[in-house]
Nanobody
């Protein structure tokens, strides 16, 4: 049973940065693409970035392109999301999961961008 644990969220001022981490249990992490999702209050969960199993290709939602960077360390079973130039509209709970064959969602990590 794969478990996902997100961390690194917090309160940050507009224009600030945060780095999120997601650690997955299990030995097959490196076989799957991973994605970062977010869900703002009253909105549906959306995929903001994904990365192939080997880390060679990444994709981003238009709303975060140029500001967010997804990366992974398969030796540590961890995927990261570096978020720069944060805006109030980035406020949400952030989750990681596999875009294909998703597993149970973790608890997420809250990101709040506010002055």
């Amino acid at each position: 049973q794969v478990q996902l644990v997100e961390s690194g969220g917090g309160l940050v001022q507009p224009g600030g940065s945060l780095r999120l981490s997601c650690r997955a249990s299990g030995s097959i992490f490196s076989l799957y693409a991973m994605g970062w999702y977010r869900q703002a209050p009253g909105k549906q969960r959306e995929l903001v970035a994904d990365i192939t199993s080997g880390g060679g290709r990444t994709n981003y939602a238009d709303s975060v392109k140029g500001r967010f960077t997804i990366s992974r360390d398969n030796a540590k079973n961890t995927v990261y999301l570096q978020m720069n130039s944060l805006k109030p509209e980035d406020t949400a709970v952030y989750y990681c999961n596999r875009p294909i064959s998703p597993v149970s969602w973790g608890q997420g990590t809250q990101v709040t961008v506010s002055s």
